[in-house]
T-cell receptor, first 108, second 113 residues
Framework: RKEVEQDPGPFNVPEGATVAFNCTYS??????FFWYRQDCRKEPKLLMS???SGNEDGRFTAQLNRASQYISLLIRDSKLSDSATYLCVVEGTYKYIFGTGTRLKVLA | DAGVTQSPTHLIKTRGQHVTLRCSPI?????VSWYQQVLGQGPQFIFQ???????GRGNFPDRFSARQFPNYSSELNVNALLLGDSALYLC????????????FGDGTRLSIL
């Protein structure tokens, strides 16, 4: 089993749609979680940290479910500019463990 | 403020050669991590350095080595290059404390012919 698993997609959604991504992790002792966004051939950029109580940043909402060992990202009112790969990250001991990423394409 | 800077941007090498990649962290950050990203995959952890000491090592062969300098900049060295080493090499910096996010440089795109 991979340490961090994501559905690679692609998710093709119309502008204005709501889309959700899930990510599962294997190490129950993991403490820190993040979502990064990566545009084609660019570096990953921090989208948001994921807190136990859940957190929201504008159109983006992140949730953590420790019991089921998954984290989620919800994007509301999708924009064309949201098209990218979304990487789920779990912090291990002195390293980040990345999922393979989920590709999102927002269609006009 | 400058972000994480990496050099060179692109590099073409042939099998058997060696390569040195460089990274300067965000000012004030003491931790540097290196990742390898091949097409269609998420970044894979190679090394983490903190205060010039290796703090973590991923599942990469001994051909991969790194070091961190007193100014917290870092080098990644790869010897005896193989075709499979073709990838985007990413450097990330953070303050080194748990739960603080890492910030990535633009990466070095390495192609092996």
């Amino acid at each position: 089993r991979k340490e961090v698993e994501q559905d690679p997609g692609p998710f093709n959604v119309p502008e204005g749609a709501t889309v959700a991504f899930n990510c599962t992790y294997s190490n129950s002792a993991s403490q820190s979680f993040f979502w990064y966004r990566q545009d084609c051939r660019k570096e990953p950029k921090l989208l948001m940290s994921v807190y136990s109580s859940g957190n929201e940043d504008g159109r983006f909402t992140a949730q953590l479910n420790r019991a089921s060992q998954y984290i989620s990202l919800l994007i509301r009112d999708s924009k064309l500019s949201d098209s990218a790969t979304y990487l789920c990250v779990v912090e291990g001991t002195y390293k980040y463990i990345f999922g393979t990423g989920t590709r999102l394409k927002v269609l006009a | 403020d400058a972000g994480v800077t990496q050099s060179p941007t692109h590099l073409i090498k042939t099998r058997g050669q060696h390569v040195t990649l460089r990274c300067s962290p965000i000012s004030g950050h003491k931790s540097v991590s290196w990742y390898q990203q091949v097409l269609g995959q998420g970044p894979q952890f190679i090394f983490q350095y903190y205060e010039k000491e290796e703090r973590g090592r991923g599942n990469f062969p001994d051909r991969f080595s790194a070091r961190q300098f007193p100014n917290y900049s870092s080098e990644l060295n790869v010897n005896a290059l193989l075709l499979g080493d073709s990838a985007l090499y990413l450097c990330a910096s953070s303050d080194g404390t748990s739960a603080q996010p890492q910030h990535f440089g633009d990466g070095t795109r390495l192609s092996i012919l």
